[in-house]
């Protein structure tokens, strides 16, 4: 089976960091996905890691452990327009035909 | 590049009802799905292709058929509506070739089915 977990909500303050958590038990593993997704809109990707460490991108950052079956998203600078849900996802074999499976999402209120 | 394009955008049924949510891509990718997004439920996997001429199964199949006659066209349809299909659809698409592959989403159908 496959399993994705996120916190549901988070609630910040503009200007400040925020690390938003994602664990996950798949049958396999072959890359991890962040996207974000603004109330009423498509979801946009954000960031994808497949190797253990840090990769930045702007004022985000999305960390991996492969061991710990970990993953988060940091979001530095908070602007008000980040408000939105932010979605982690799996992709559980090492081929193109994967689909990808996706936790509930996190909503992220930022309240000035 | 119009991307992934879906229409309707809004979409009432009565129960029993069928439909065609249509979706095209002009990204010549090969690999297009569908999701389903209900409130505390996150995105889940209706059916999903790899090529034109297959498809396969995802998490949330009973109620929809699909099929793939062309790259660009992967339409999912209805066969009789029923309220529990109330939702937001979205259609994705990527390309299979390389290791990272970004996926993209079409804006959605916002269908209810009363």
């Known amino acids: 089976g496959q399993n994705i977990d996120q916190p549901t909500e988070m609630t910040a303050t503009e200007g400040a960091i925020v690390q938003i958590n994602c664990t996950y038990q798949t049958s396999g593993f072959n890359g991890l996905f962040w996207y974000q997704q603004h109330a009423g809109e498509a979801p946009t990707f954000l960031s994808y890691?497949?190797?253990?460490g840090l990769e930045e991108k702007g004022r985000f950052s999305s960390f991996l452990s492969r061991s710990k079956g970990y993953s988060y998203l940091l979001l530095k600078e908070l602007q008000m327009k980040d408000s939105a849900s932010y979605l982690c996802a799996v992709r559980s074999r090492n081929s193109g035909n994967t689909p990808l499976v996706f936790g509930k999402g996190t909503r992220l209120s930022v309240i000035a | 590049n119009a991307g992934v394009t879906q229409t309707p955008k809004f979409q009432v049924l009565k129960t029993g009802q069928s439909m065609t949510l249509q979706c095209a891509q002009d990204m010549n990718h090969e690999y297009m799905s569908w999701y389903r997004q209900d409130p505390g439920m996150g995105l889940r996997l209706i059916h999903y292709s790899v090529g034109a001429g297959i498809t396969d199964q995802g998490e949330v199949p009973n109620g929809y058929n699909v099929s793939r006659s062309t790259t660009e066209d992967f339409p999912l349809r209805l066969l009789s509506a029923a309220p529990s299909q109330t939702s937001v659809y979205f259609c994705a698409s990527r390309s299979t070739s390389g290791h990272y592959n970004e996926q993209f989403f079409g804006p959605g159908t916002r269908l209810t089915v009363l």
């Open positions: 890691n497949v190797l253990d």
